[in-house]
C-alpha cells in the first residue's frame, strides 16, 4: 500500500491529528489530508483557515498532501489512486461511529480503513473539546500546534 488519506473536519487541528498524520507519513509513500467542508456543521475555522493550519503544522513531511472535499470521500480517495483510509481511534467512544463510517466506505466505494491507536498522550484531546477549553479561558497551548493555539486566541478575541 503506497498512497493514504486521512480525513476529518479538523476544526481545529489539534495535536492528535498532527500525531496520526506523522505517523502515516513514516510508514506510507504519500499521504493526503482530506479536508471535509461540512458547510452544514458551522465550523469555527473556514475550509481556508484548516487547510493553512494543517499545511503549517506538517511542513515537515514532504510526502503530505492537502485537499478539500465536499462530497463522498471514497469518489475523492478514486480520484486520488487512494489504497487506504487511516483513522485514529481513541476510546472505545470513537469506535462504533468509525467502524460504521468504514463499513459505509468499504460498501459505496469498496475503499478499506484501517484505524491507527492514537498516542496515549493525545488520547483525551478533540477539535470540540479544545474548543471549549479555549472558548472558557483555559490554556491549550500543550494540545494543539502553536498555530493554531494562535489562531484560536484570534478567532475567540
Ligand atoms: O473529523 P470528523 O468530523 O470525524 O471527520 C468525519 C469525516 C469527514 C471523515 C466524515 O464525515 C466523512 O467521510 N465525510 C464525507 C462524506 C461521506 O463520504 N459520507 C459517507 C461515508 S461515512
Redesign the pocket.
Known amino acids: 500500500m503506497k498512497i493514504a488519506v486521512c ?4 476544526d481545529p487541528p489539534t495535536n492528535g491529528h498532527i500525531d496520526i498524520i506523522g505517523r502515516c507519513a513514516q510508514r506510507f509513500e504519500s499521504v493526503i489530508v482530506a479536508v ?1 467542508s ?1 458547510p452544514g456543521k458551522s465550523p469555527l475555522f473556514s475550509l481556508d483557515e484548516r487547510l493553512s493550519l494543517l499545511r503549517d503544522s506538517l511542513s515537515e513531511h514532504d510526502n503530505v498532501d492537502f485537499v478539500s ?1 465536499s ?4 469518489e475523492i480517495a478514486a480520484e486520488r489512486d487512494v489504497d487506504i483510509v487511516i483513522k485514529g481511534l481513541r476510546a472505545g467512544a470513537d469506535f462504533d461511529y468509525e467502524l460504521q ?1 468504514a463499513q ?2 468499504a460498501h ?1 466505494g469498496s475503499m478499506e480503513t484501517l484505524f491507527m491507536p492514537t498516542s496515549p498522550r493525545w488520547g483525551f484531546v478533540s477539535s470540540s473539546l479544545v474548543k471549549e477549553v479555549a472558548r472558557l479561558g483555559g490554556s491549550v497551548v500543550d494540545l494543539v500546534p502553536l498555530a493554531v493555539a494562535s489562531a484560536l486566541e484570534e478567532k475567540l478575541a
Open positions: 480525513p476529518g473536519s479538523f471535509v461540512n472535499f462530497g463522498l470521500l471514497v463510517m459505509m466506505n459505496v
